[in-house]
């Protein structure tokens, strides 16, 4: 922990020094510090000491007929604290030239709960009507200028989309406001899964990069503000590279596509943003679902993404009291729905449906999330009410779920944070 510590130390005294001596290359440092207190009435899928929150478990019931998740928990965590810097350099091969540096103490896994991650690192060359930007950030579906402002780290997943992704992403600027941006991209801490488990090495046998294409239309006039926007992606993966009954190798892909569409319209103090996404196989992207195995013959296995439907709704009423104090009020609604596989699931073993992925026996998932936000300052206090309905049921051939019943979990957060 002192090492740690100590290379924080450097790293900080390192670039200060930079920034002083050298007038056309510097850091500005920022971030935030945050705690959440909340309470859920029942047990939930979720990570990090249950921070991060998916849906509801269903029911598990004891030698009694006690459903055993009918109970409710309660958690403080301060691992959303983040610290970023800013980079300015020189201009580069023509182009003006920065770069973003990004982590928090959230971990990479729940035994590292508390630990130093990279969530942002990339390096940006502008043109001005061209931009290039290599390294880590949000996913190209992720869209930055329109994701939910709620109040839970989840924002808004499993119905919103949620990964970062290593990427090479160039932006071309078409006509007026028009943007096309064209993105080739990795996987890291959020990664497909298969028979090894979840894993970035299914995606890099493929041989190719994930692909995503997206045109924006985005103006901004004053506090008003309009966007619209459409993307569009394909992924190959290869779960095995060897025949799991003698071992010979071979090739078989998991191909899918996804697209979404998404807007915002802001006018004075209020806005209106709203998504809509069609993806097949987007565990990665937090979604559930993913692939079955259709067939086999003579161990050589073929595959057949699930196609999941999510939309989501979100309106804001922003109050400015006066120059140190306003008020944000917010309500946001989604529903994501298992759609089926793309194709007829023809294989067994055990007399059960062999799959890979998050969740394929849940039909539907429902949440609501009013809340309200206080800011004064560089301080904010920030409290929300998230309902999140999961029905599950039971795996149909065509992948689609049948016999459901629903599970509700009501998260009661209180969020308070400091700026720097």
């Known amino acids: 922990m002192n090492k740690f510590f100590t290379s924080i130390a450097v790293f900080f005294c390192v670039f200060t020094l930079l920034a002083q001596t050298e007038q056309k290359f510097g850091i500005g440092w920022g971030g935030f510090l945050k705690t959440d207190a909340f309470y859920d009435t029942r047990q939930f899928s979720g990570i990090r000491e249950g921070h991060f929150l998916f849906y509801p478990l269903p029911e598990s019931l004891d030698k009694n007929g006690v459903d055993i998740n009918e109970k409710g928990n309660f958690n403080i965590l301060s691992i959303q604290s983040r610290l970023w810097g800013k980079i300015t350099a020189p201009e580069a091969f023509g182009a003006k030239s920065f770069g973003y540096v990004e982590g928090e103490f959230f971990g990479t896994s729940d035994g590292d709960v508390n ?35 709620v109040v839970s780290f989840n924002t808004g997943a499993p119905i919103q989309l949620f990964s970062r992704n290593p990427q090479i992403r160039l932006r071309q600027n078409l006509i007026g406001d028009l943007k096309f941006y064209l993105t080739a991209f990795s996987q890291r801490d959020m990664t497909g899964t298969g028979p090894n488990g979840s894993s970035s090495i299914y995606l890099r046998n493929s041989g190719i990069p994930e692909l995503n294409a997206k045109l924006e239309f985005h103006n901004k006039s004053g506090k008003d503000e309009i966007l619209i926007g459409a993307s569009g992606g394909y992924k190959s993966i290869v779960p095995r590279t060897k025949n799991g009954n003698n071992e010979d190798a071979y090739d078989e892909k998991v191909n899918s596509i996804s697209a979404m569409g998404y807007f915002k ?6 806005q209106i943003k709203a998504q809509s996404a069609l993806t097949q196989n987007a565990v990665d992207l937090l979604q559930i679902g993913g692939y079955a195995v259709k067939s086999s013959s003579n161990g050589v296995w073929e595959y057949t993404p699930w196609n999941i439907l999510s939309s989501w709704l979100e309106l804001i ?32 073993e055990n007399n059960a449906f062999v799959y890979y992925g998050r969740n394929p026996n849940i039909d539907n998932i429902l949440r609501i999330s009013p809340r309200i936000i206080f800011n004064s300052g560089k301080t904010r206090f920030a409290f929300e009410t998230e309902y999140t309905k999961a029905a599950y049921g039971t795996l149909k051939s065509d992948g689609k779920v049948e016999n459901t019943k629903d599970y509700a979990n009501i998260r009661f957060l209180l969020g308070v944070y400091i700026f720097f």
């Not at 130093?116 to 579906?141: I, N």
């Not at 922003?318 to 023809?346: A, P, W």
Request: proline share 3%; charged share 20%.
């Open 265 to 270: 319209f802001k006018f004075n103090d209020f």
């Open 317 to 348: 009423y922003s109050s400015k009291f006066d120059e140190s104090n306003s008020m944000d009020i917010g309500l946001f609604g989604g529903y994501s729905m298992n759609m089926g596989t793309q194709d007829e699931i023809g294989y067994k």
């Open 115 to 149: 630990g130093f991650r990279l969530r942002h690192a990339y390096v940006v060359c502008d043109w001005g009507s061209t931009e290039l930007l290599v390294g880590q950030t949000w996913h190209p579906m992720f869209i930055t200028s329109n994701f939910p402002d």
